[in-house]
């Protein structure tokens, strides 16, 4: 993620806005959400949460063993030059 700095006063609007802040350009289209780094790192942990809770260890395992036979498998190598011709 790359930062965007920001000078005192935008800091201090952000902070007196509150926890969440939706963020207007020049023209009022909206550029986006701002959240607080506790409120980002909560809602990661969520989405791993979530992400863990749809599939078990034991079937990830399956998977990697299951991909690791099959006949249509690639090497990086292979995939690389595919993606180069397209």
């Given amino acids: 993620m790359n930062p ?3 000078d005192a006063k935008q800091v201090e609007q ?6 969440e802040v939706k963020v207007i ?3 009022g289209k909206a550029v986006g959400v701002m959240l607080t780094a506790d409120q980002f ?14 599939v078990t260890d034991e079937e990830l395992q399956a998977d990697l063993e299951s991909s690791r036979n099959d006949p249509t498998r690639y090497s990086m190598e ?6 180069e011709r397209v």
């Fill in 41 to 54: 790192e909560a809602m990661r942990k969520m989405e791993y949460a979530w992400a863990n809770a749809q």
């Fill in 25 to 27: 350009g020049p023209d």
């Fill in 4 to 6: 965007l700095i920001i």
């Fill in 14 to 19: 952000f902070e007196a806005a509150g926890p």
């Fill in 78 to 83: 292979e995939v690389t030059k595919l993606v």
